[in-house]
């Protein structure tokens, strides 16, 4: 590797006085790295040096109320990032207790953090995650009395508006102990069926609802009382007390009969989950949207397994195979299958999926398996039925076929170039530009074109048709 090539090895051999001036230059103008170079000498002086150093940063955060554009969010979520960091590696191994408050006021700062973005990626809330796990990873040494810690994090929960303590009773669970999480169960039934205070009274009115805001309290809180429940029966280990949240209707739901079936199996209780997964499957029968039902699939395999049932378990992987062509089904079944049967199945199985009706999912899954040989023939044998708009998944199967197959990778290059053309996809033009690009790349290694038009051919036949499409041809002439 040569001397200078940008890494940490060579930019040591700078050494410090160097860096110290590359770091000045490159922090001038710049608040972010400011602060974050201030803290790194902050924790160079020690973790209660850096701990004040990140309140003031929270107090900073907690003052500052102007909208937070698409760019700004970026760096924002990049400096809560850095902040989280140097609370795990810099005061989480010498003092547990300072780093949970810390990241206690840091969740806290959530409700004026979203109300200053627009989260819909959900970075912000990402953060707030990650905050959550480290407090998970501090938990068992925290030093907290347990049945404070309970009446703090109700408190938390009930308050949340943006789940930013979505996670936070698995959690804090080592931390709050038989004792807590039974204070907890106790504190949580009493408000939920307490009296509304005039605060939230006076938030439910503001929404216009049509129902009375003390019953909209109260039904709220009963959802709230009902996760907080579930979560402390999961720390509890205790099964029955978790299925309690749910209605016989509800366990019979794809969503939450996988659950759970878990939750039994890991009890031990294997019939009771067969029989939780089995009406839910009784119930789902029918319904159109077959992928909802994967989490449910695997439950209910766990469950035959676990029964001894193995030709049901066997049947069953088979016919999930042939109707969404799942490669994690096929995988399964043939494990399950004695020595050189698999050899045969597979080989029926790769048949199977160049004969399946929805051509992109026999392409995704050949390519994937991978069986590109069968992937570029069907390719080739069913160009017409290419759908240009399924960008991700040809662009995809295109760069996996390119080498040994390019005559099906330019095929479906063109398919997207088409698409986009032919709908006047001006956000897609570059995207089209690069594969007309690919395709020219490709068309030294291509022998036989097998009745489609050569590179130079299906250019000429797009000018014809789409010659005033400046905006692309400008992006493939310039």
């Known amino acids: 590797m040569s001397r200078k090539t940008l890494n940490k090895a060579n930019l040591e051999k700078l050494g410090a006085e160097k860096l110290a001036e590359l770091v000045m230059d490159l922090v001038e103008g710049s608040a972010a790295l400011q602060r974050r170079a201030r803290m790194e000498l902050s924790a160079a002086e020690g973790p209660k040096e850096v701990a004040a150093d990140i309140r003031k940063r929270f107090a900073s955060l907690r003052r500052s109320t102007g909208f937070v554009d698409r760019s700004g969010q970026r760096a924002l979520v990049k400096d809560l990032s850095g902040v989280l960091r140097m609370i795990e590696t810099r005061i989480a191994p010498h003092d547990a207790d300072e780093a949970f408050e810390l990241l206690w006021s840091f969740l806290q700062l959530a409700p004026s953090l979203h109300e200053r973005t627009d989260d819909s990626h959900g970075s912000v809330g990402d953060v707030m995650g990650e905050a959550v796990d480290i407090i998970s990873k501090l938990s068992p040494r925290i030093s907290v009395n347990p049945r404070a810690l309970a009446e703090r994090v ?88 978790y299925m309690a949240r749910y209605s016989a209707e509800q366990l019979t739901y794809s969503t939450i009969a996988p659950d759970v079936a878990r939750r039994l199996l890991d009890a031990g209780r294997i019939d009771e989950a067969f029989d939780i997964v ?90 994937g398996w991978p069986s590109h040989e069968r992937a570029a023939r069907i390719v080739i044998l069913r160009a017409q039925e290419l759908d240009g708009n399924a960008w991700h998944l040809l662009s995809t199967a295109a760069d996996a076929l390119e080498a040994g197959y390019p005559l099906a990778a330019t095929l479906m290059r063109r398919a ?63």
């Open 416 to 478: 997207m170039i088409q698409d986009s053309l032919d709908g006047g996809k001006a956000k897609r033009y570059r995207y089209a530009a690069r594969h007309l690009a690919e395709c020219r790349s490709c068309a030294p290694a291509i022998d036989d074109h097998g009745g489609f038009p050569a590179h130079e051919q299906f250019v000429a036949a797009l000018r014809q048709k789409h010659g005033r499409k400046h905006g692309f041809w400008q992006l493939v002439d310039g």
């Open 278 to 367: 089995a009406r839910a499957r009784a119930a789902e029968d029918g319904k159109p949207f077959r992928m909802f039902r994967y989490d449910l699939d695997e439950a209910y395999e766990e469950c035959l397994e676990k029964l001894g049932r193995h030709d049901e378990l066997r049947k069953h992987l088979w016919d999930t195979f042939e109707q969404v062509l799942s490669e994690r089904s096929l995988r399964k079944y043939l494990k399950s299958l004695p020595d050189f049967d698999d050899v045969e199945a597979e080989e029926k199985a790769l048949e199977f999926a160049e004969t399946y009706p929805h051509l992109g999912a026999a392409i995704g899954f050949l390519v």
């Open 154 to 241: 109700l408190d938390a929960v009930a308050d949340a508006g943006y789940g930013e303590f979505d996670g936070i009773i698995p959690a804090t669970a080592d931390a709050l102990g038989p004792e807590g999480l039974d204070h907890l169960k106790r504190i949580t039934e009493d408000w939920a069926s307490s009296r509304p205070s005039e605060h939230e009274l006076a938030k439910y009115r503001g929404f216009g609802f049509s129902s009375s805001p003390e019953d909209s309290v109260l039904r709220n809180r009963q959802g709230t009382r009902s996760i907080i429940l579930a979560d402390v029966a999961d720390a509890q280990g205790d099964v029955d007390a």
